[in-house]
């Protein structure tokens, strides 16, 4: 079956600007995750979504990140006014159902390089 | 508040030699406890896990044991391979009181095995 997949798998953009990163979860997995990966690092979360409600959005770093997930599937990160230091691989994951000690799934991740 | 800390790498190994990566956390409550591997060009993928005090989670040769009483969940094997050389990643997902299920990883570990 599908994995998780991630559109952009690149994304280049200048500083100032606005950008979209989308997330396709596996099917019928209402649990969906942000983190945010930069180099030499392990990842950091962002936000949690549990159908279409973002849950837990304490790991965003500031107003300029936004994320939706409108029907419970598809999720879709934004960044406004991109700055040099948003620079990393942004990953996506999702889970089966309510939040359990279990697996989450990770995409492949959009890399995000802001000149 | 919850926090990993992994051994720093990168650890080079030879063929068939024993491997232990350190991994020790900090947490509130009664956390699980995981290990993901991230192969070259590829996303993050579940290792292991473990739920509960002296568990012992195990796959591929690999494996850890929940430690309680030292807060440590050490990834060892006893004949690593070539097709091991990947990162390493320990995480924690705190089942307390929010029980989003977010994970929280450790800096990782790069692994090199030799021939």
């Known amino acids: 079956g599908a994995g998780v997949s991630q559109t952009p798998s690149n994304k280049v953009t200048e500083k100032g600007k606005y950008v979209e990163l989308r997330c396709d979860p596996i099917?019928?997995?209402?649990?969906l995750y942000w983190y945010r990966q930069s180099l030499g690092q392990g990842p950091e979360f962002l936000i949690y979504f549990q159908g279409t409600g973002a849950a837990d959005d304490s790991g965003l770093p500031n107003d300029r990140f936004f994320a939706v997930r409108p029907e419970g599937s598809v999720s879709t990160l934004k960044i406004q006014r991109t700055e040099r230091g948003d620079s990393a691989v942004y990953l996506c994951?999702?889970?089966?159902?309510?939040?359990?000690?279990?697996?989450?799934?990770f995409g492949p991740g959009t890399r995000l390089t802001v000149l | 508040g919850n926090s990993v800390t992994q051994m720093e790498g990168p650890v080079t190994l030879s063929e068939e030699a024993f491997l232990t990566i350190n991994c020790t956390y900090t947490?509130?409550?009664?956390?699980?406890l995981f290990w993901y591997v991230q192969y070259p060009g590829e996303g993050l993928q579940l290792l292991l896990k473990a739920t509960k005090a002296d568990d012992k989670g195990s796959n591929k040769g690999f494996e850890a044991t929940y430690r309680k009483e030292t807060t440590s969940f050490h990834l060892e094997k006893g004949s690593v391979q070539v097709s091991d050389s990947a990162v390493y990643f320990c995480a924690l997902s705190d089942r307390g009181s929010s029980n989003t299920g977010k994970l929280i990883f450790g800096q990782g570990t790069t692994l090199q095995v030799k021939p």
């Open positions: 994951a999702s889970s089966p159902g309510q939040p359990s000690p279990g697996e989450q799934f």
């Open positions: 099917s019928g997995h209402t649990a």
């Open positions: 947490a509130t409550g009664y956390p699980s």
